[in-house]
Nanobody
Framework: QVELAESGGGLVQAGGSLRLSCAAS????????MGWFRQAPGKERAFVGA?????????TYTDSVKGRFTISRDNAKNTVYLQMNSLKPEDTAVYYC????????????????WGQGTQVTVSS
């Protein structure tokens, strides 16, 4: 069982930055691929990016955030991060982290565990 808790959301002006954190419980965090998703008002939850398990995780991102968002993980702290730079109003959403035993499950939006989400609002 893995429990995930996001933090770091808030209100920021366009062009600004935020760093989201996702703290995971459980001793097996390093064995999970971790992902970030977001859900804007009136839209379905969408994949943002993911990082593979292990200490040298590989990352992948949806096209709309490439070059602006960076995912990293600290397995010693059981935490995954989403650094968001050059934020745009269209980035406004509830952001969720997720854990999966298998990278494909994240790409299919079918992780094993979800966090509760944190609101990010970008003003124009």
């Amino acid at each position: 069982q893995v429990e995930l808790a996001e933090s770091g959301g808030g209100l920021v002006q366009a062009g600004g930055s935020l760093r989201l954190s996702c703290a995971a419980s459980g001793p097996t965090f390093s064995r999970y691929d971790m992902g970030w998703f977001r859900q804007a008002p009136g839209k379905e939850r969408a994949f943002v990016g993911a990082i593979t398990f292990g200490y040298s995780g590989s990352t992948t991102y949806t096209d709309s955030v490439k070059g602006r968002f960076t995912i990293s993980r600290d397995n010693a702290k059981n935490t995954v991060y989403l650094q968001m730079n050059s934020l745009k109003p269209e980035d406004t959403a509830v952001y969720y982290c997720a854990a999966a035993r298998g990278f494909a499950l994240l790409r299919q939006s079918k992780p094993d565990y979800w966090g509760q989400g944190t609101q990010v609002t970008v003003s124009s």
